[in-house]
């Protein structure tokens, strides 16, 4: 089974293991073999990793996940503000310079510059003066839109309620088809 | 002089061409030569880009400027919400996997858990439930400041004025020296 790597916040859930569970049950049920964050890497940890603070050892053992995969699959839900969460765009930064497509699913519809404005009270600028980037429908920065669609991959999105911003799994399915429609990218 | 790459979103001030001079006679100080996203490629922009959007050429003109580069320089001051710019932390991770050393610079003192708190209103978790992620200093994600430990690079904080938070460049002069002195890892 291709391997993709599961990126995105769920990892901080209450119940993060579980739905790493789900998520991965999804991916099988179309050929994908899902890694999430949390999982152990199948060799073990490197050596040279003991003694280093575990923060710095989940940050090594995430990047070993993304270099073991063909391609990663990014939850973009935006969190904490109008943008995906931090640790989930380094890993998208990461893949990309790394050759692998990426592919990102979000349960917010509205696109970034219209969040970005929401957020900040703006018009074409924000409260310091920075301006508010505004590419039309993009789903966040243009650097994560860009290295999606260069990498041959592609967003999905869902306009799911409040309440079910970090449940709803529709974009995420829809995501993993046309993850495996493009097996000829993950060769 | 060593090429370094100043990611952060800079690029989003009134002033973004005349700040971005000021970096680079900072830089220049160092024995560095810092390169502004704004900037075009040495070789001009790929043929191969021609007719693609606007946003998806500034992508890749950053991608290349980030590979053409010995390290990267990011400005992690907070910006709408407690985490860095999306587009300065994807080119943190693309830098990473490169393996560029990457290092970080912020006018923003207080660590990442205290300001996630501070945004969120939270204590362990959020309003959704969701983790504040909290090992002690980390000036953001694990996957940011894992990064730049594991590269070999560091990065400089100042308490600046909430009104200086886009223009004090004291931590990035502080920056700039560490770059310069860490010339093993630029050859």
Known sequence: MIRVYLAGPDVFRPDAEAFGARLKAICAGHGLDGVFPLDGLAGGDDPAWAGLPLAQVIARRNEAHIAGCAA???NLTPFRGPSADAGTVFEIGYARALGRPVFGWSNAA???AA???AFTSG???DGE?????DFGDLTDNLMIDGAII??????FTAAAEAAARWSSLEAFERCC???????????
Do not use: C, D, H, T
């Open 72 to 74: 990663l699959i990014a």
């Open 110 to 112: 509205l696109p970034f």
């Open 115 to 117: 969040r970005s404005r």
């Open 123 to 125: 018009g074409e600028r």
């Open 129 to 133: 003066g920075m301006l508010i980037e």
């Open 150 to 155: 260069a990498s041959g991959g592609a967003v």
């Open 177 to 187: 088809k046309a993850v495996a429609r493009s097996a000829q990218l993950l060769a």
